[in-house]
């Protein structure tokens, strides 16, 4: 059973869902007062906060797998630092295959200072909507793991969802372990939205 204060704690996610996707699809364009609340409430009661993403590949195990596995995605219709925080994981766009997506940790954001191991590389600042990131597989090398250490820093704006609950196997599965004011925010959304038994439906051989 789910108390009232998680449902409410849902509710103010969806509301902040819907608002910021409005504010987001309404930027500099004209509309009236009606269309913009139309548009917030139709998200607000349509629709989940999450999705399903089939992710592959060694360069998050052991966080989500090393085989692959299903990912439970929440939505995050603007990639802000209000929204996504260092040392969450995250689906963002492949900047080499902009039609695919892959699934990374991520590192630093805007105003974070990189400092190569390597002391022939110089130390850079990461500019206003840039972020880092990186995979968790410390046994992978640099251009192995398909990371920033290889193409560098990228636009908030690539990241579309984080990653908030793995499904490795039928028996194998459990949250995801984000930043601390992640875990805080998507408490009710696991709460409400997780179906284990949809995710290992869509469960594929690795």
């Not at 990371?147 to 908030?156: A, E, V, Y």
């Not at 196997?169 to 709460?191: C, I, M, W, Y």
Request: overall charge negative.
């Amino acid at each position: 059973m789910v108390s009232l204060s998680t449902w409410c704690r849902y509710v103010a996610n969806k509301f902040d869902f819907a608002l910021s996707l409005a504010s987001k699809r309404y930027v500099g364009t004209p509309i009236g007062h009606g269309e913009f609340a139309d548009f917030v409430w139709k998200n607000l009661f349509q629709g989940k906060l999450t999705y399903l993403h089939w992710n592959k590949g060694e360069e998050m195990a052991p966080s989500i797998g090393g085989k692959g596995g299903t990912l439970l995605v929440r939505k995050l219709p603007i990639a802000d630092t209000t929204h996504v925080f260092v040392g969450d994981v995250v689906v963002l766009k492949d900047p080499e295959q902009r039609e695919d997506c892959i699934v990374r940790r991520l590192a630093a954001i805007e105003g974070y200072q990189m400092v190569s191991k390597d002391p022939e590389d110089e130390p850079f600042m990461l500019d206003k909507g840039q972020c880092w990131v990186v995979a968790d597989n410390e046994t992978m090398k640099p251009e192995e793991a398909n990371d920033s250490r290889k193409f560098g820093p990228l636009p908030m704006t690539d990241i579309v969802g984080r990653v908030i609950y793995s499904l490795r196997t039928a028996v194998d599965h459990g949250p995801v372990q984000n930043s601390h004011f992640s875990l805080r925010k998507d408490t009710p959304v696991l709460e409400i939205e997780l179906d284990v038994e949809e995710m290992a439906k869509n469960q594929k051989q690795p």
